[in-house]
């Protein structure tokens, strides 16, 4: 079994040098655990003490490998440099000032266990420089992705609550203690599923001609909205 599963994922491997956009933005998909079933049924223990954050993040640099995408590019824009600088101050803040100068760490324990720990917080400003180049040129693979998969989960989801048959991972609560109590039921991890309203109604209407510059500014402010999201993933 483990031998289909190593050829199967080298075969997907190649296959995201030729299919570019498409399998970066299904790493980047995957990478926000949709539904959660990666938190659920792929843990570090089933995984091979592997996350599966750690692998999507950086088979979504593949990208930046094939030649199309070139870092120099995102810093030519200024929105993205301003963007990643920023991210990179709240970044040295969160690594340098609060893991090491605040508490006073041994630089031992700093390097082995709190970098290790905080990656994530490095993860998801360098994360930005692929999906900011991939978005300039196609975030069609993105919104329908987010549409198709968001609607299903968001089915499986009320059917779950409907027939009592867990078909996502969900988590409940009591939320009031009382003659009427109320349970809170929600996902265990949403995803993208915030971005659902905005990317089918974007992907619904694709077909509308719409004035150039009025275009532009949609697709550019949802790439902000967009970096943002990815940025603090691991919140």
Known sequence: MIYIIIILGLFIFVL???????FHWLYVYL?????????????????GGFYHMDIFFYLAFIPLLTGKYKIKDFFKDKIASRIFFILLIFSFYQIFVYGLI???SDINYFFRYYIIRERYVIFGFLIIIPIYLVALKNLSFFLDMVTIMGTLILILYFISLLVNINLVPSMSFERYSGEE????????????LNFLIPASSNSSTCSIVYDKTK????NRSFRCKLVSQISYFRL
Do not use: C, Q
């Open 16 to 22: 995201s040098f030729k299919y570019i956009e498409f």
């Open 102 to 104: 605040v508490p006073n």
């Open 181 to 192: 109590d109320i349970i809170r039921h929600f996902l265990y991890s949403t995803g993208f």
């Open 215 to 218: 275009t532009d500014f949609w």
């Open 31 to 47: 990478l926000m655990d949709p539904g959660g079933y990666f938190g659920i049924y792929f843990t570090k223990d089933t995984a």
